[in-house]
């Protein structure tokens, strides 16, 4: 029946029992599907994880400076990882190093913290969001 139409017979889904063929235009089938699939990723909204990284022993000014700059991140509907490294003896007081990312999410109201600061290694990370009520 396809050949005798000038079409294709195209299996729609194979799996399925018994599978479910149609006949029509191969071409065109695909050019469609791939016009859906351009038009599916052009509503799509790709969320990147912008990194913060502060040191135990930051400055207010600095501080602020990390802080406007989170806060641009998050109203632009990115994610947020902020970091600590902590070098040499500065492992010995990775409670001062909690006490800054703390702060850091208490300076930033609109933001949730996915992930509570965690020591990893010689790093502390805590992931932030922005809140989903805009």
Known sequence: MAEEANL???????????????????GKYRFEMQKREKEAKKNQK??????????LNIDTNDFNTKVNQAAKF????????????????????????LEVEKRFAEALPNANVDKQPKLEGRSMLMFMSPSPNK
Request: with cysteine.
């Open 46 to 55: 790709v969320v990147e994880v912008k990194e913060i990284r502060l040191s």
């Open 8 to 26: 294709d017979l195209v299996k729609i889904a194979p799996q399925a029992v018994p599978p479910v063929c149609k006949i029509l235009d191969y």
């Open 74 to 97: 998050l109203q632009q509907g990115h994610k947020i990882k902020v970091s600590i490294r902590f070098r040499g003896r500065e492992m010995a007081h990775t409670s001062l190093g």
